[in-house]
């Protein structure tokens, strides 16, 4: 149902050819299992959104090199890829798990597939302007779990995941595309 979905096969085809790994973020990860592997997405019953902690599950993998055993990660989605079909995947490798958010971190065996379901990309705001940007709209939403400090909208959020964004996206660049 993507009207531009054509161009992005066209795309995803000819990265597999033309560069090392590729990225794929929230939606371009459900795209990219979609695409490759032919994992579906599944619609969630309510939005997530918020900061969720995930635990490694592969801590040795290259692209977590540094990354705490326990970690925190915003997300925001109305959907999940099919987890099981994942974890069943003979060329996929899931690095960590959440039990509210799913997994975060999916690799293909072979590195050139990096598929992140949630928004380590996200500023400090990024949710609570989401989460402002739903309620003038008048959608069903609710506030952004472990989110605002003492869950007060009035509090300004705080960070907790820029080191592992940094992290990750140096260990990507360094051990996956370089």
């Given at each position: 149902e993507v009207d531009y979905w054509d161009e992005l096969v066209t795309i995803l085809d000819w990265t597999n050819n033309h560069v090392t790994s590729t990225l794929h973020i929230c939606w371009g990860a459900q795209a990219a299992l979609?695409?490759?592997?032919?994992?579906?997405?599944?619609?969630?019953?309510?939005?997530?959104?918020?900061?969720?902690?995930?635990?490694?599950?592969?801590p040795t993998n290259k692209l977590v090199r540094g990354i705490n055993d326990e970690f925190s990660v915003p997300h925001s989605r109305h959907t999940d890829a099919d987890y099981q079909a994942i974890e069943a995947h003979p060329d996929?490798?899931?690095?960590?798990c959440s039990e509210q958010a799913g997994p975060f971190l999916i690799v293909s065996n072979n590195e050139r597939h990096i598929m992140i379901t949630g928004h380590i990309e996200y500023d400090a705001d990024t949710l609570s302007r989401e989460y402002h940007r739903d309620l003038k709209k008048g959608l069903p939403i609710h506030?952004?779990?472990?989110?605002?400090?003492?869950?007060?909208?009035?509090?300004?959020?705080?960070?907790?995941?820029?080191?592992?964004?940094?992290?990750?996206?140096?260990?990507?660049?360094?051990?996956?595309?370089?």
């Amino acid at each position: 149902e993507v009207d531009y979905w054509d161009e992005l096969v066209t795309i995803l085809d000819w990265t597999n050819n033309h560069v090392t790994s590729t990225l794929h973020i929230c939606w371009g990860a459900q795209a990219a299992l979609y695409h490759h592997y032919n994992i579906g997405k599944i619609k969630r019953n309510k939005k997530i959104s918020g900061i969720f902690a995930h635990q490694l599950l592969i801590p040795t993998n290259k692209l977590v090199r540094g990354i705490n055993d326990e970690f925190s990660v915003p997300h925001s989605r109305h959907t999940d890829a099919d987890y099981q079909a994942i974890e069943a995947h003979p060329d996929l490798s899931i690095l960590d798990c959440s039990e509210q958010a799913g997994p975060f971190l999916i690799v293909s065996n072979n590195e050139r597939h990096i598929m992140i379901t949630g928004h380590i990309e996200y500023d400090a705001d990024t949710l609570s302007r989401e989460y402002h940007r739903d309620l003038k709209k008048g959608l069903p939403i609710h506030m952004p779990t472990n989110y605002y400090p003492n869950n007060n909208i009035n509090n300004q959020p705080i960070n907790r995941w820029r080191s592992t964004a940094y992290l990750i996206f140096s260990n990507w660049l360094n051990y996956f595309v370089y």
